[in-house]
């Protein structure tokens, strides 16, 4: 009796130590409802094993648009591993018409698209028409089309042309076929295609021309093929969108001004085999790092500290990043750029480095909290653009370096609390830009040049108002000894004019 129960107990534990191991028991099966279409066989699978994607059924008259979770086709599902049940995936059909498409015959035997009268939300762009390959979309085809909702782009086209989805505020979906041979989308060809969500960029594009997306305000994703051509991406692309990150193809050399200056983005990515582009934090550079490109506006850190390796900060290159209140900028750095800081809406001090020479137009326009900027001492700064301080309406005093030689038009325009201006003991300025003061609450002027400098005028020198600022309420100190000098060269400033106190 006792070797009968030894017995029952060793293959009752062999039962649960082997049993247990059993590889059936960890697999899961995804069905396939074609909807009609072709048939699709099941995946049988370990659970969390890699599932790779079916081939797509067909159903004639009807485009395949995908699978779904549910079989009231709203949860589009994505392949990635196999789930720990069984689970049924539904397919998605569409009706998509040609009708109400035009074409134009061009020189090289092909055809484009020249224009649509439909009203089908579905619009299929057929590969030939008439024996003859269609090889472009012209410039504005669908423009204010706001019945448009997908559209499916056959591989032969090679251009979207200017301003061809301008206003298709209805568009949500853009399909294009496999093996596409696009090279070129067009100025503008998605402006304010505001319910476009996302798109995948054919490997085959070299060149997104400026504007491209500009007030797509729902587009969030921008993808890039693998072995992107992609080279050129040009100005201000992506404005008004809601993206948040985006990866930049190793192929691309060219990045136009303010491409990436969308409020939403919160991390750029380069490809580690591009030759001209790298990022640090998410933080856009060129290769070598001496230029900074653009820092993402949503990114949440409040306080950035500039690389050494960095001696430029490009044209936008902080523009809208709201979260940051501090910026410290490294004495590496020699020039900034146009628009570097504007709209840096937090920014509430600054400290320019000696070694910084130029200061580019607009660069701290709309800088609406900076109640402090402090300039070095030893400062080589010799250029103040134009604009630089517009709006800048914390600002309340400022003392330019003695090394300035030239401050732009309209450099303090609306910085309405402005009420003193010292220019340091010593200063070489020869150069006030048109109505410079303009706009400011300026009570004081402080000016150490021994020559008067002059002000750009397009109107009467000797018109009251050269600085923007009315005469009753400025006073104007300038060295003792020139008092009459300045009299001479500012006619219309005489009696706001006072000697320096020793």
């Known amino acids: 009796m006792r070797k009968i129960l030894i017995i029952l107990f060793v293959c009752f534990l ?28 099941s995946i049988i699978q370990n659970y969390n094993t890699q599932v790779t994607k079916p081939t797509d059924p067909t159903k004639t008259g009807y485009t395949f648009m995908g699978w779904y979770s549910d079989s009231n086709l709203t949860t589009n599902y994505n392949f990635t591993t196999m789930p720990k049940e069984n689970i049924t995936l539904y397919a998605k059909w569409l009706v998509f018409s040609d009708e109400g498409l035009s074409y134009i015959p061009l020189e090289d035997n092909t055809c484009s698209v020249s224009g649509y009268s439909g009203t089908t939300p579905n619009v299929i762009i057929p590969r030939v ?20 909702k997908r559209v499916i782009i056959p591989n032969s086209v090679t251009t979207i042309g200017y301003s061809a989805f301008l206003g298709a505020t209805s568009l949500t979906t853009v399909i294009f076929e496999e ?43 921008v993808i890039f093929e693998e072995d992107s051509q992609l080279t050129t ?14 990866t930049i193809p190793k192929n691309v050399t060219k990045i136009g001004s303010g491409a990436f200056t969308v409020r939403s983005f919160t991390n750029i990515v380069v490809d580690v085999d591009n030759p001209m582009f790298s990022s640090i934090d998410g933080v856009l550079f060129n290769k070598d790092q001496t230029l900074l ?18 001696t430029e900060i490009g044209f936008c290159a902080f523009l809208n990043a709201k979260n940051l209140t501090n910026i ?18 937090s920014l509430t001090s600054i400290t320019i480095p000696n070694s910084v020479t130029t200061i580019g137009d607009n660069a701290f326009f709309l800088t609406t909290s900076l109640g402090t900027v402090i300039f070095e001492e030893d400062s080589q700064l010799t250029t103040i653009g134009d604009y630089v301080f517009e709006e800048a309406t914390s600002l309340r005093s400022i003392t330019i370096p003695n090394s300035v030689t030239t401050m732009g038009n309209y450099a303090f325009i609306g910085a309405k609390n402005l009420t003193t201006v010292i220019f340091e003991e010593g200063s ?14 300026l009570t004081s002027i402080i000016i150490t040049a021994n020559t008067p400098p002059s002000i750009d005028t397009f109107i009467n020198p000797n ?6 600022v009315s005469n009753s309420n400025l006073k104007i100190y300038v060295p003792s000894d020139y008092v009459d000098d300045y009299k001479e060269a500012w006619p219309c400033y005489d009696s706001n004019i006072y000697p320096i106190s020793s």
Do not use: M, W
């Open 293 to 310: 490109i653009s820092y993402p506006a949503s990114k949440k850190e409040i306080t950035y500290t500039i690389p050494d390796s960095v």
């Open 179 to 221: 093996g596409s041979q696009l090279t070129t989308i067009g100025y503008r060809a998605f402006y304010i295609a505001t319910s476009l969500t996302n798109i995948t960029v054919p490997d085959s594009v070299t060149i997104i021309e400026p504007l491209a997306f500009e007030g797509a305000t729902s587009l969030t994703t």
């Open 233 to 246: 991406i040009g100005e201000h692309v992506f404005n008004g969108t809601s993206i948040i990150s985006i």
């Open 328 to 345: 410290i900028i490294p004495n590496s750095v020699t020039e900034i750029g146009g628009k570097a800081f504007s709209r840096t809406d």
């Open 428 to 441: 070489q300025l020869t150069t006030l830009g048109i109505t410079v003061f303009s706009s400011t609450s």
């Open 129 to 148: 028409h008439n024996e003859c390959l269609v090889t472009r979309i012209s410039d504005n085809v669908f423009k204010g089309v706001t019945s448009l």
């Open 14 to 41: 062999s039962t649960i130590l082997f049993g247990c191991n059993d590889s059936t028991i960890n697999q899961y099966k995804i069905t396939f409802n074609s909807n009609g279409g072709t048939e699709v066989p």
């Open 463 to 468: 018109y009251s108002n050269l600085l923007g």
